[in-house]
């Protein structure tokens, strides 16, 4: 069964900080690769997907991920981070499990971000 | 985007009682839909997925009696938490894909909060 792990569950950086948010999988072949945010009592908003082709990905709100098949990653950045982007960031993985594609969550990463 | 709405957002009950949480696609037809759970300050744990006609898939110690999800249309899927109980109490989150498009679309979430 796919798994997908956040290794940090809260992160602290400075407004205009450079921002790494980690995602590791774990799944027999290439799965569809997702990052979301979500802010405290809303529901989840995509920020940027993975299917195939180019392995960096462009995302909303000046988001970026890369898709590491070598080390079943899918790294989140942002070269400046600004106050607003402080929440939950989920990544989630989507792969075919006995005929139905099943989207798994990964625990999150709470962002605070320091003024 | 494609749209996914919820209904209600917020729903206050007796234990012992049944809710329902209604989920609609509105502008495309929601072939798959996928029932989530999150605890606060949690992951989202999915429940069960629901394809259209069929009767749903529940996730290992998803109790389906507890639990009912009714997926009868292409742009319907329900959520019947029958016999309530305080423990029920969480914040219900519904996605819906439609067939051929690998991007999951999101509803805004039902808080239940069972006295």
């Known amino acids: 069964a796919q798994s997908v792990t956040q290794p940090d569950i809260h992160i602290t950086v400075s407004e205009g900080a450079s921002l790494e948010l980690r995602c590791n999988y774990s799944y027999g072949a290439t799965p569809y690769l997702f990052w979301y945010v979500q802010s405290p009592g809303q529901g989840l908003q995509l920020l940027l997907k993975?299917?195939?082709?180019?392995?960096l990905v462009q995302g909303i709100k000046g988001f970026e991920a890369e898709f590491k098949r070598s080390q079943s990653s899918f790294n989140l950045r942002k070269p400046s981070v600004h106050w607003s982007d402080a929440a939950e960031y989920f990544c989630a993985v989507g792969a075919l499990t006995s005929g139905t594609y099943k989207y798994i969550f990964g625990t999150g990463t709470r962002l605070k971000v320091l003024a | 985007g494609a749209v996914v709405s919820q209904h209600p957002s917020r729903v206050i009950c007796k234990s012992g009682t049944s809710v329902k949480i209604e989920c609609r696609s509105l502008?495309?037809?929601?072939?798959?839909m996928f029932w989530y759970r999150q605890f606060p300050k949690q992951s989202l744990m999915l429940m069960a997925t629901s394809n259209e006609g069929s009767k749903a898939t529940y996730e290992q110690g998803v109790e389906k009696d507890k639990f009912l999800i009714n997926h009868a249309s292409l742009t319907l899927s329900t959520l019947t938490v029958t016999s309530a109980h305080p423990e029920d109490s969480s914040f219900y989150i519904c996605s819906a894909r439609t067939q051929g498009v690998r991007e999951l679309f999101f509803g805004e979430g039902s808080r239940l909060t069972v006295l």
């Open positions: 993975y299917f195939s082709g180019d392995t």
């Open positions: 502008d495309f037809q929601a072939t798959t």
